[in-house]
């Protein structure tokens, strides 16, 4: 088994992702990150003087969204990225595709 895993760097793909996935029988989770550097720089304090670093890099970082679906076989990450590719009209520059492995997984049926 592995965990497919397409992290978008907008949200307007997210709906036709999650369509393509229902049509063909595919069920997860959508998960909103934020990265590293946003993490830090919304946690720094403004300096009272100067307004700190966090006012030179560019701000209103938008969270991005992360969607999860475990897979039986490498035939389903073939689907999946083809469906993820096809709503998306290509992940590259949108995007990117990734797996892992599932090494134990409870409570799903076979």
Do not use: C, W
Request: glycine content about 10%.
């Amino acid at each position: 088994m592995q965990l497919f895993v397409t992290v978008l760097t907008e949200g307007e793909f997210t709906s036709p992702i999650l369509s393509k996935l229902a049509d063909h029988g595919f069920h997860g989770s959508v998960l909103a990150t934020q990265s590293i550097k946003n993490a830090f720089m919304n946690s720094v304090e403004p300096d009272p003087y100067f307004g700190g670093i966090s006012k030179v890099l560019a701000p209103g970082h938008e969270p991005r969204p992360m969607l999860f679906v475990v897979v039986k076989n490498d035939e389903q990450i073939k689907e999946l990225t083809a469906l993820v590719n096809e709503a998306t009209g290509g992940i590259k520059g949108k995007g990117f595709i990734y797996t892992i492995p599932v090494n134990y997984i409870e409570g799903l049926d076979e």
